[in-house]
């Protein structure tokens, strides 16, 4: 099976206008150290998480069919692009009432009316939905009440996608045990030190990976103020994780 990993960046991306640290000046120069807003896409069931602001973009290179949208949370860089959906006459968007609020509010104000379904999540409950099941789980994020992960069973193969989460993660012990071992782990690594109860740095995205003990790991949502894109590849080589590029493909 295959993910495409669309965008790896957060909020502001990389580059981010008028900076001027050495990942932005690097991204201007050279196209392959750009990184978009966070986003990616399962093929196997037309599924793309979450929205981002950089979706149409996205979809200009991806040029796939999107029949499902799971949201992580309604923070402007992983909802923002959804007027950008328009192009698709039936979706199904998935994920916690409070975000799928957001959502509607966003196809409203900018659509208008839409045959598209809204399904809501409640946080730690299995969804079976024929092709693939489910669990939205809850993860502590500031400063934004809701906000959650995902796991995803499709074809017996576990797909772990945190979102945006602070460090609290690591002390899941319910989370951790039952995402042990999955087939792929998609973790942020917004930034270069862990902010409590926000985002996670460096050392805990690794920490965190190897209490999952996925099958493989990719790190994601990385700031442009985090290290460069050579640096983080040193800091997880030895663990055999993967720092994620824009238009990465990953097979599991
Ligand atoms: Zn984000
Ligand atoms: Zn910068
Ligand atoms: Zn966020």
Known sequence: MR????????YSGTPKPLCSCENCIRARKYPQYKRT???????????????SPDLHYHLEHLNLRIGKVFITHAHFDHVFGLPDLQIFKEITFYSHEKALEVAKHLQELFLGERKWKYVPLNF????NF????VKHFQVIHNPIDIAGGFILEIEKRKIVITGDT??????NK???????????????????????KTHLGVDDAIKFAQLVNAKKTVFTHISHSNYTHEELEDKVRDYGYIIARDFMHLSI
Do not use: V
């Open 37 to 51: 807003r966070f986003s990616l896409y399962i093929p196997q069931i037309g599924a793309l998480i979450d929205p």
């Open 130 to 133: 024929g092709i693939f099941k």
């Open 166 to 171: 602070g460090p609290e993660i690591l002390e």
């Open 174 to 196: 319910e989370l951790i045990d039952e995402i042990e071992g999955a087939n792929l782990l998609i973790c942020e690594m917004t930034h270069k030190y862990s902010i409590p």
């Open 124 to 127: 730690g409950k299995w969804y």
């Open 3 to 10: 993910i495409i990993i669309l965008g790896s960046g957060s």
